[in-house]
């Protein structure tokens, strides 16, 4: 497991359990929690990625990055 996630795994258990350490926390759903901590390092990369490519900026939602990038028809390279 890569730090980001578990940066965010510890950060969610910490989050529903409260004070408790994160690290002596019993998972219910291990696999769940790992799903749930991947997609938010793809958010984290993706937003990286659009922002580096000039689109959006650090403290913009992802959602709205993407909603800002031109519609593919506009782009004549990619048009097929």
Same mark, same amino acid.
């Given at each position: 497991?890569?730090?980001?996630?578990?940066?965010?795994?510890?950060?969610?258990?910490?989050?529903?359990?409260?004070?408790?350490?994160?690290? !002596?926390? /019993?998972?219910?759903?291990?696999?769940? !929690?790992?799903?749930?901590?991947?997609? !938010?390092?793809?958010?984290?990369?993706?937003?990286? &990625? &659009?922002?580096?490519?000039?689109?959006?900026?650090?403290?913009?939602? &992802?959602?709205?990055?993407? /909603?800002? &990038?031109?519609?593919?028809?506009?782009?004549?390279?990619?048009? /097929?």
């Amino acid at each position: 497991m890569n730090d980001l996630r578990t940066i965010y795994r510890h950060q969610l258990i910490r989050a529903v359990l409260g004070t408790r350490p994160a690290i !002596l926390a /019993k998972e219910a759903d291990t696999a769940a !929690l790992d799903r749930i901590c991947q997609r !938010l390092v793809d958010a984290e990369e993706a937003s990286g &990625l &659009l922002c580096a490519k000039g689109y959006g900026h650090p403290s913009q939602s &992802l959602a709205d990055m993407i /909603k800002a &990038l031109p519609d593919k028809a506009a782009n004549p390279r990619q048009s /097929k």
